[in-house]
């Protein structure tokens, strides 16, 4: 017989093995007594020979050195055997005795065999534990999973029931994600959700819950509530540390979310009543301009529903011929010229009268509608500009935007050329707006698609530049003929020294790379002093005009096309 047995798993550093079970050893050894791995114990000798060791004789032992715990325990005799892992050893087992005593060939391939017999169902052990976690956790940011989160939530029902405590559901939704997955790829998006699960689990407390609820959808609980104010300091905590900017591929990245929140028990007693409630108060968020919280209140399903209404209605908005443009002229800033005007879209809803494309064009985007709808916007600028041609009126550009949707999903040169085929128009009158989201990409070939456009003979204009994240350096690699200021810069120029020490630099700056620059948003002559005295070329606003119908711009072009100015 053998007075001590024993199982020591190597600890994951690599450098002590554990006593994890064992039989005969003085109390609280198991759980703590550690040996080291290497010559300095039979443990590690073992570890690196291939064969079980077998130990006559402890005191006259050459191959390792005696560890404590089995000199502390009077061992002379013994033999053990590596137990095999799937990568690495998971450690080693062994028995022993005080006496001296021989240990035949069939002894040791007894050991073998039960040390075969561990390492198998250590094996199973493990693989089981990967897949309850892969059930449970998000693969991608390693948070708790929907599954898990509905589980934990139905807990946190029970006790809270029991406890008369409260809970807080935090529904997250990050703001134009897609767009941004869209625009940089799914490998830089991916990262950015990383990112974001990180920022939000620092916000919350040890038993709270951040979990993944698919997509861009995040789910928090927070337990032990006692009152609201509680909560909405960790909402606006998470909403501060996702917006801070992110660096991923060393190109700064912002991002906002929109937090919707449901309260048990005031709002529901039951998991899915909160988790639902919560969703539609983040869906109420967004539509309050996002980047914001919300709790929920009973008026929202109606809301959310409007919503819904919403999307199927712009659905059918294109077939009904309830879309149409408004045109608002640009001014050469030195003779008052119209020398272009821009493509604005319009929704005539059949019940909610105009629709403002700043309340369609995100859903459009998220939704994908933004596609079809995007080529008849350009198809029926080109081919008004083509009209008033016709019409012998002195020619201009159309200027049309191009989401960074559209540009992702669909050829954009083929959209473009087919346009300008189907309508005639040349296309040194036709104008792109892209948005600085197109060309975060910094990808060859985004801006090979560029080019492309660029050899059609169109010109290509950024909008809305000062907003997004690109600096003017960066855009010098892709073909950019005009810069268009974003309005924001308009409004403060003549009160804010910042903003017009940026514009100034900016249309310099501009001025030097060759290309143009439009202001937009220009409202007072002051604004459009400020921007003649920078040489900015072209002005858009409404000191001049609105965007109107068709049938005005025909008009203004008509009696000579000209400003005041
Ligand atoms: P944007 O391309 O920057 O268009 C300029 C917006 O500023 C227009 O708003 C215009 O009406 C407004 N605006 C022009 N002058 C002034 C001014 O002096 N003061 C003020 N306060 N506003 C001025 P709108 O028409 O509501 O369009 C909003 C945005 O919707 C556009 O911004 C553009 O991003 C998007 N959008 C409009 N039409 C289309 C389209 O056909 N396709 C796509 N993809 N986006 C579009
Ligand atoms: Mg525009
Ligand atoms: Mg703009």
């Known amino acids: 017989g053998v007075e001590y047995c024993k199982i020591l798993e190597l600890l994951p550093d690599g450098k002590a093995l554990l006593l994890r079970a064992g039989v005969g050893w003085k109390e609280g050894c198991v759980g703590h007594a550690t040996v080291d791995t290497g010559t300095n114990s039979q443990a590690g000798y073992t570890l690196i020979s291939d064969k079980p060791v077998i130990v006559d004789d402890m005191r006259t032992e050459k191959r390792f050195s005696a560890p404590s715990l089995l000199v502390d325990h009077g061992v002379v005799s013994g033999m053990s055997i590596i137990i095999k892992g799937k990568d690495r050893p998971f450690g080693v087992m062994g028995v022993h005795t005080t006496r001296k005593r021989t240990f035949t060939r069939d002894d040791a391939n007894f050991l073998l065999s039960v040390s075969n017999v561990i390492a198998d169902a250590i094996e199973r052990k493990r693989l089981s534990a990967h897949i309850d976690h892969v059930a449970r956790y998000d693969i991608l940011t390693d948070l708790p999973n929907r599954i898990l989160f509905i589980d934990r939530v139905t807990r946190a029902i029970s006790h809270a029931k029991r406890e008369k405590e409260q809970i807080a559901i935090l529904y997250l939704n990050l703001d134009r994600f897609k767009v941004i997955n869209d625009s940089m790829g799914n490998e830089t998006g991916d990262g950015l959700l990383k990112s974001v699960a990180e920022r939000m689990v620092n916000c919350v407390r040890e038993g709270d819950t951040v979990s ?320 003649r005295s920078q040489k900015c070329e072209v002005v858009q606003g409404y000191l001049f005009s609105k965007p109107l119908p068709a049938e005005e711009i025909t008009k203004l072009l008509r009696e000579g096309g000209r400003f005041e100015i």
């Open 212 to 531: 993944r609820m698919g997509g861009d959808e995040f789910a928090i609980m927070l337990v032990g509530i006692t009152c609201a104010s509680d909560v909405t300091k960790v909402s606006q905590k998470i909403i501060e540390a996702v917006s801070e900017p992110y660096v991923l591929d060393d190109r700064e990245m912002h991002i906002t979310a929109s937090i919707g929140i449901s309260m048990y028990p005031y709002d529901d007693e039951k998991m899915e009543g909160l988790i639902n409630k919560a969703r539609a108060a983040m869906l109420q968020a967004k539509e309050h301009g996002r980047n914001n919280d919300r709790f929920y209140n009973m008026e929202m399903e109606t809301s959310s529903y409007e919503m819904m209404m919403l999307e199927n209605d712009l659905r059918k908005a294109l077939d009904r011929r309830e879309l149409l443009l408004y045109y608002q002229p640009q001014v050469d800033i030195n003779t008052g010229r119209i020398v272009g005007v821009e493509a604005l879209i319009r929704w005539r809803h059949p019940d909610r009268g105009m629709v403002s494309p700043a309340d369609f064009i995100p859903m459009a985007e998220e939704t994908g509608l933004i596609v079809p709808i995007g080529e008849w916007v350009l198809h029926t600028a080109l081919a008004q500009n083509k009209a008033w041609q016709e019409e012998g009126l002195a020619p201009i550009k159309m200027s049309v935007n191009f989401s960074s949707v559209q540009f992702r999903q669909k050829d954009p040169v083929e959209i473009v050329a087919n346009a300008l085929r189907e309508t005639g128009l040349k296309p040194g009158y036709m104008e792109l707006e892209i948005t600085e989201s197109v060309i975060m990409k910094g990808a060859d070939a985004v801006i090979k698609k560029f080019q492309e456009l660029k050899e059609l003979g169109i010109h290509i204009c950024m909008d809305d530049f000062g907003t997004g994240y690109s600096s003017l350096s960066y855009l010098k690699r892709f073909p950019i003929d005009i810069l268009k200021i974003d309005q924001s810069f308009a409004r403060n120029v003549t009160t804010d020294t910042n903003d017009a020490s940026i514009v100034m630099a900016t249309i310099a700056m501009a001025h030097g790379l060759g290309m143009t620059t439009v202001a937009e948003g220009v409202e007072t002559k002051e604004q459009l002093e400020f921007f």
